[in-house]
């Protein structure tokens, strides 16, 4: 009798893969970068994703569970999980760390006139206080999504004498936030803020929730930075904020449409930092997948349950 596959688009490593050859004997593990036909009859459980295999992986009549690497998994057909009863778990947590010091590094280096000076040494310029610094104790922080990542940005700004508000659903507290917020009531805090950080999943409600009237509403002189969902942001709207002076600094991992089109006026703003959706990059990644995936793969194999980060059908984080 064939055994069913755990169909995985992460190279785990050998020592790895004998990890889940302990904790199901009965399935069998096919790595795509050894096998790159789905054996789509056998398929029960995915690692990971590919919108250019979808069409392939939907076509097995016995996927059960689809692990998806990052936090997010707007870009999975849920609605056709949810109608088939398949199993859905992310990988909150495991960005953490490299998120929320990602964020901290843009705020440090825009304090401390960095980008500016890095961009004065290229021209072989010594320029002293032609660039204005600021004091972190200064700063007013407000971070839209208090999920994982946005409480450890929230307790690591804090213990930089960061003042640190939060956004979420109902604006209940959390660790590490001075005050919260939901989007309805946040109206004020966005004035405030010296910077404004989205860390936010996508959905309906925050597709482009950052827009033209948001930036109308920002500090001019506060930076907006974006780790969380490219299309939360309008980048028309970012774009003309910016050239209006609506707002300061922006510092963009995440886009619309990835790679950013070399026609995209970001590239040549001076007042935008451009990193290419690396903010999430980490490492020993696949050791830290498989914390998730291994009581996960217990629980399934006994029970066809999951026990960590299973995403509810109707929600996407």
């Known amino acids: 009798m064939t055994k069913p596959v755990i169909y995985s688009f992460i190279d785990f490593k050998p020592e790895q893969q004998a990890q889940f050859r302990k904790i199901a004997p009965d399935y069998e593990l096919v790595l795509a970068s050894e096998q790159p036909e789905i054996p789509s009859q056998e398929l029960a459980i995915v690692i990971g994703w590919r919108k250019d295999r979808a069409a392939e992986i939907l076509a097995a009549p016995n996927l059960a569970w689809v692990q998806s690497i990052s936090a997010g998994v707007d870009y999975l057909p849920l609605a056709e999980f949810a109608q088939r009863h398949i199993l859905v778990s992310n990988g909150s947590g495991i960005h953490v760390n490299v998120i929320s010091e990602h964020v901290l590094g843009v705020m440090l280096g825009r304090s401390r006139g960095l980008f500016a000076y890095q961009k004065d040494q290229a021209q072989q310029q010594w320029l002293p206080g032609s660039v204005p610094l600021t004091d972190l104790n200064d700063e007013k922080l407000l971070i839209f999504g208090a999920g994982h990542i946005g409480q450890t940005l929230a307790k690591r700004a804090s213990a930089l004498g960061i003042t640190v508000y939060g956004v979420n659903t109902a604006g209940e507290s959390r660790p590490g936030f001075q005050k919260m917020y939901t989007q309805e009531t946040v109206g004020p805090a966005i004035k405030a803020a010296t910077t404004i950080v989205n860390i936010m999943p996508l959905t309906?409600?925050?597709?482009?929730?950052?827009?033209?009237?948001?930036?109308?509403?920002?500090?001019?002189?506060?930076?907006?930075?974006?780790?969380?969902?490219?299309?939360?942001?309008?980048?028309?709207?970012?774009?003309?904020?910016?050239?209006?002076?609506?707002?300061?600094?922006?510092?963009?991992?995440?886009?619309?449409s990835e790679p950013l089109a070399n026609t995209s006026p970001l590239w040549q703003m001076a007042n935008v930092l451009i990193t290419p959706h690396i903010a999430g990059q980490v490492p020993h990644f696949r050791q830290k997948l498989l914390q998730i995936v291994a009581p996960n793969l217990t629980s399934f194999v006994q029970e066809q349950q999951l026990t960590v980060n299973e995403i509810k059908p109707g929600h996407f984080y």
């Open 204 to 256: 309906p409600t925050t597709k482009y929730y950052f827009n033209r009237d948001f930036f109308a509403k920002m500090n001019p002189q506060a930076s907006f930075i974006n780790v969380g969902r490219g299309a939360s942001v309008k980048t028309t709207d970012l774009v003309a904020a910016l050239q209006a002076k609506q707002l300061a600094f922006a510092a963009l991992d995440v886009f619309e």
